[in-house]
């Protein structure tokens, strides 16, 4: 029997876990451009066998569109819909959803050659059914969010819901990013810094609550709620800000405390990597941990300048049209997504065994 080459059965499943992380990433891009569009709602029902195909002739065009007259959506927001503007939108949610079914395809396509070729060991298989039901729970989710938009006199999903979902995915895409780091990573190429770990885990932390907030803050619409810069409408802490009861209801519900917290949170994410990053400059590194530190400087820069920017572009929102602070919009989020994995990346890399000093 031919004896398998632990490194090349390695690198066959980085490879397909790196195919993954692209998909998941394209996935979380197509979720923005759908929030962003308004066609969140378009699809009324889960289908996942035959909701693979979009209408294919007039009948069915029709029968769908049909189906979204009866949301509150369509009754109290776009009333004055054509079947043409419905075809538009319904493409980005239809697109959306196809290409998560695509996504579970390649997974389980991809797990069966390995299987097949023997490249999978043992201890990899339980990692693995974890992310196959994350990718699962991703699905439900998603629906959960969807239906939350469809009774009773909702325009939209439920903020916290559409923050649940995109801060799940988030998680699913650093599932699959670390589990691939550790079949591509040589233990030479890591440091020893617990030091630089730890501050890591606190920011990796704060960043999360920071996406979290940034989901909340497009299912509320809350960039228009202060379109200023550095102010939030002439005032650093503004008012109204704890004015619902109960008082924590404002942390999730407020608008205002909502813009407050997200913009407040990416300055001492701002300086917390600025931190991380000149403390581990100073270490004796290895040469892959010294290109990885200048990334998230960078990111984390370019990321900033595009929230002010996005803050700025939204008091031109026109409903139901792609204009400046669409772009600044979705690019906020694909450099957030790319930051989030350089961090993740630097605490794998200082993560590891042998101690450099």
Same mark, same amino acid.
């Given at each position: ?13 980085? *490879?397909?876990? =790196?195919?993954?992380? #692209?998909?998941? &990433?394209?996935? *979380?891009?197509?979720? $923005? ?6 066609? $969140? ?14 209408? %294919? ?23 004055? @819909? ?12 239809? @697109?959306?959803? #196809?290409? /998560? ?22 201890? &990899? ?6 992310? @196959? ?11 959960? &969010?969807? /239906?939350? $938009?469809?009774?009773?006199? /909702? ?17 699913? =895409?650093?599932?699959?990013?670390? #589990? ?19 501050? %890591? ?13 940034? +989901? =909340? ?14 102010? *939030? ?53 290895? +040469?892959?941990?010294?290109? /990885? *530190? ?54 794998? =890399? ?8």
């Amino acid at each position: 029997m031919q004896q398998i080459s632990p490194a090349k059965g390695n690198k066959a499943v980085a *490879i397909w876990l =790196l195919t993954g992380v #692209f998909m998941i &990433m394209v996935q *979380i891009i197509l979720g $923005g451009i759908t929030r962003l569009t308004g066609s $969140g709602l378009s699809i009324t029902e889960w289908q996942v066998v035959t909701g693979s195909l979009p209408p %294919l002739n007039e009948q069915q065009w029709l029968q769908e569109f049909d189906k979204y007259r009866q949301t509150p959506q369509f009754r109290l927001l776009n009333t004055g @819909f054509s079947l043409s503007d419905f075809k538009q939108i319904f493409f980005w949610e239809w @697109f959306h959803r #196809f290409w /998560a079914r695509l996504l579970g395809v390649v997974f389980v396509i991809g797990f069966i050659y390995l299987v097949t070729k023997r490249y999978l060991r043992k201890e &990899m298989v339980n990692p693995l059914l974890i992310l @196959f039901l994350l990718g699962a729970l991703q699905g439900a989710v998603g629906w959960i &969010m969807v /239906a939350s $938009g469809l009774t009773g006199d /909702a325009v939209y999903v439920k903020p916290t819901r559409l923050a649940m979902h995109f801060v799940l995915a988030l998680g699913l =895409l650093c599932y699959t990013f670390w #589990f691939a780091l550790m079949l591509l990573v040589k233990p030479e190429d890591r440091t020893s810094a617990p030091p630089i770990k730890k501050l %890591l885990v606190i920011l990796l932390v704060i960043l999360g609550v920071q996406l979290m907030y940034g +989901a =909340l803050m497009a299912g509320h619409k809350a960039a228009t709620v202060a379109p200023t810069w550095p102010s *939030i409408n002439g005032s650093f802490y503004p008012q109204h800000i704890w004015k619902d009861e109960p008082l924590l209801l404002n942390l999730i519900d407020n608008p205002v405390t909502i813009h407050f917290f997200h913009r407040n949170l990416a300055y001492l994410i701002l300086i917390l990597i600025i931190l991380a990053c000149s403390k581990a400059s100073r270490l004796q590194l290895t +040469a892959l941990s010294r290109k /990885a *530190i200048r990334w998230p400087l960078v990111l984390v820069v370019v990321q900033v300048m595009l929230g002010i920017l996005s803050l700025l572009s939204s008091p031109g929102i026109v409903p139901n049209r792609w204009g400046n602070f669409e772009w600044m919009a979705q690019l906020h989020q694909v450099v957030a997504m790319l930051l989030l994995l350089s961090l993740v990346s630097l605490l794998y =890399l200082f993560n590891g065994q042998r101690q450099r000093v």
